[in-house]
């Protein structure tokens, strides 16, 4: 399940969550503090995500072959 950074709409807090997609669709998440489910994504954390699954791909194009370890 992926997590999600949202921001609460009513009362303005951050929180992150992990929930399914159809969670977030049909709105059954909801705020901590205060129950309110107008919630929006806060992006950023998506992005931290997703620069560290690229560095951690294999350089090498060949890497199946040298295991990585050839430096290119
Ligand atoms: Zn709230």
């Known amino acids: 399940m992926p997590f999600y ?3 609460c709409s009513n009362c303005g807090e951050e929180f ?3 929930a399914s997609m159809s969670d977030r669709e ?3 998440i909801r705020c ?3 129950g309110d489910n107008r919630l ?5 954390n998506v992005n931290i995500i997703r620069s560290r ?5 294999p350089s090498c194009p060949n890497a199946h072959i040298c295991g990585k370890y050839c430096n290119h």
């Not at 929006?40 to 950023?44: C, G, K, M, Q």
């Open 16 to 18: 992150n969550v992990r």
């Open 40 to 44: 929006e994504a806060i992006f950023s």
């Open 26 to 28: 049909e709105k059954r």
């Open 5 to 7: 950074d949202l921001r």
């Open 53 to 57: 699954e690229k560095s951690d791909m």
């Open 32 to 34: 901590p503090k205060c």
